[in-house]
DNA sequence: GTCTATATCTCGATAGAC
DNA sequence: GTCTATCGAGATATAGAC
């Protein structure tokens, strides 16, 4: 065990300064984050921050690499995909929504980067697709397994693979929108999680699926 | 003919800002916006801003506002819906794509709204469908009559439109995400989102229709 | 209606005490 | 490692000339 620190643990302040970066960057975006904001989150003074991460540059770039690693790391290790389309898509959908409900931040702030013209994104994406592949790669290429098979029908995997996502996402980033238009989301939104999660589920297994093969 | 201007007429200027405010707020939202920034983009003087709309706060509520009021007036009037479901769907689809291609920085506008929390949409999307009912409103009505004579699943109607509107929309906000990994939608966009009408139409309509129909 | 100049405030970043 | 105090840049907004 190291000497014992002046005051609390430095690597839990560090871990404070990071969550609540990724709050306010989430939210406001890389421009419209403030860095008080953040310190005030955090629960320090706004000089600290800079003592850990000299800019706010830095800090932006540091959590967002940080989120891409933990991505690839942490879910797309437990993803098998072994099984028939049916059940990988199912496990698919299921992991990927749970994914994003326990990350809704980084969902936030990939759209921010999106929206703000993505200039971090290509350099990440790339090397998380040379180093183990992403969720996204790992699902693409069972269905088109399955395409070559003829499990399900000659759709185009990347577009397949986009109306996926779409529909396991899109509603966690817009859920203002959502809870204002749906009852179920507005009083129980982990409710209105599962039921999204079966919905899609049937719909794209319907719409991909040859006829005659039922769920 | 009113008495002629000092220069340059009024309302095309007010146009330009509009037009300058809308793409910078799309981009960067409405915190992360730089009132130079707008004003260098509508060619005009950091002071016409506040001379034309008080504070960054109007500006952002005004341009806000006359989305809501454009999309409500303009895509929903034309919209028929009063084929087969399968006729509706592709029409629904074609036309909604169509739109937000055209209107991408709306769509990019309301998405930082609801990153931010969403403040502003309560009111709004109330009053959008006091008036006349919005497009996802009679879409999703078509969708409820479908499932009432049988003519597709017994699918739930407010989760049908979300994925469909998910489909439609999400790839245009994350733009900079899909040209990195589908090399059509970096080399040819146009050609690409031509492609997923017809992928969206076919993966949806396979989804949602009763079997033994086919396209 | 449009500009220049300026007031006022806020933000990011640093210096230095503890 | 954490704070207070402060500097300087850049932001919104206003005043006043044209």
């Given at each position: ?123 990440h994406l790339a090397k998380a697709f040379a180093t183990k592949g992403s969720p996204q790669q790992k ?77």
């Amino acid at each position: 065990m190291p000497e014992p620190t002046t005051k609390s643990e430095p690597q839990e302040t560090e871990q404070r300064i990071f969550e609540a970066a990724l709050t306010v960057f989430a939210s406001k975006g890389r421009d419209g984050a403030r860095m008080q904001d953040i310190a005030d989150r955090a629960g320090i003074n706004r000089a600290l921050l800079h003592y850990y991460f000299r800019t706010k540059q830095q800090l932006y770039q540091a959590v967002f690499a940080h989120l891409f690693q933990q991505y690839v790391n942490s879910f797309s290790e437990s993803l098998q995909l072994d099984g028939t389309f049916g059940e990988n898509l199912r496990d698919f959908i299921d992991r990927y929504i749970d994914y994003v409900r326990e990350h809704q931040d980084m969902a936030r702030l990939m759209m921010n980067e999106n929206l703000a013209g993505g200039s971090l994104l290509g350099e990440h994406l790339a090397k998380a697709f040379a180093t183990k592949g992403s969720p996204q790669q790992k699902m693409q290429q069972a269905i088109r397994k399955a395409v070559e098979t003829g499990e399900i029908r000659p759709v185009c995997p990347r577009q397949t693979m986009l109306t996926i996502i779409s529909s396991c996402a899109f509603f966690f980033l817009i859920a203002p929108t959502v809870k204002v238009m749906n009852p179920l989301a507005a009083t129980d939104f982990d409710a209105f999680i599962e039921a999204r999660k079966q919905h899609v589920f049937e719909v794209l297994y319907h719409g991909l699926a040859l006829k005659g093969e039922a769920t």
